[in-house]
């Protein structure tokens, strides 16, 4: 949900409105989205809550006014907003979408699921309903449905490389490393750039004890990312298993540059001198 998807008033019209009124209602209405795409939030929502004094029941108003408390990341007053405007057009798919979307952000997954389901009864080929859907279930342990919502999406957009890299997540919880290579592979040839996605590639190659091609799929998060804490922790860890501790020791010292408090990083590198002392005796 963002900015561009400010609705537009082709429709307004109201039985209970002059044509004076109406007019008006239709200006604030504008004036409410040409603040909103130029990012003045604020003069945003005072434009639409003008607009709704004079005609409550503005669907695309509530709608509107709803996106931009969203932006504003504040999930909870948008999601009252998308309620009122459900409750004048419950059979709107966008306003099931953006309900399940604020449920996600707020980390209440089984009632994003419940919002996203609503959406796409009403409208199946609603391709990010499916794909949001697939990563709230993948959040509730359901994995394999997770997949088929994936899947659902790939079918609308074959190219969808957010959607690839998912299904791939919900694979790797399963422990289906290799189709979830397979589903990585698709995400990062449609999208080169995507360090989630080399990440997650290196990490089943990590379960499978495939440590070399672990650190090739490492190595590529790192030249995108560099900053990639945990990436750096990984790669590590990799070189340990394959006996390099100079090697990792250095990955070691990377993630403690960014992270200079971490624990655990502070233990591995501790193992990896022992390894390094032992080779050495």
């Not at 020791?249 to 001198?273: C, T």
């Amino acid at each position: 949900m963002d900015r561009s998807e400010a609705e537009t008033s082709e429709n307004l019209t109201s039985e209970n409105l002059t044509p004076e009124n109406l007019e008006v209602v239709k200006t604030l209405f504008e004036e409410g989205n040409q603040k909103f795409q130029a990012g003045d939030f604020a003069g945003a929502i005072a434009a639409y809550q003008q607009s709704l004094k004079l005609k409550p029941d503005f669907i695309e108003a509530w709608s509107n006014l709803g996106a931009v408390l969203f932006n504003l990341q504040e999930y909870e007053d948008a999601l009252i907003i998308f309620n009122t405007a459900i409750d004048l057009s419950p059979d709107n798919p966008n306003l099931w979408f953006n309900r399940g979307f604020t449920f996600t952000l707020l980390k209440r997954p089984q009632e994003a699921n419940d919002s996203y389901e609503k959406c796409l009864q009403i409208k199946p080929d609603f391709m990010n309903a499916w794909q949001n859907r697939g990563v709230v279930l993948c959040q509730l342990e359901r994995y394999d449905e997770a997949i088929y919502s994936h899947e659902q999406a790939l079918k609308l957009k074959p190219d969808f490389a957010e959607a690839w890299s998912n299904r791939g997540n919900a694979l790797l919880h399963l422990g289906r490393y290799a189709e979830a290579i397979a589903s990585y592979d698709q995400a990062i040839a449609h999208q080169p750039h995507y360090p989630d996605a080399w990440f997650n590639r290196g990490m089943c190659f990590m379960n499978d004890k495939n440590y070399p091609e672990a650190i090739a799929s490492l190595d590529r998060v790192i030249e995108q990312q560099p900053n990639y804490h945990p990436a750096w922790v990984v790669r590590g860890l990799a070189l340990m298993n394959c006996q390099q501790p100079q090697e990792a020791i250095g990955s070691f010292d990377q993630a403690l540059a960014l992270q200079p408090n971490d624990a655990d990083v502070l233990g591995y590198r501790q193992e990896a001198l022992q390894q390094l002392e032992s080779e050495r005796e």
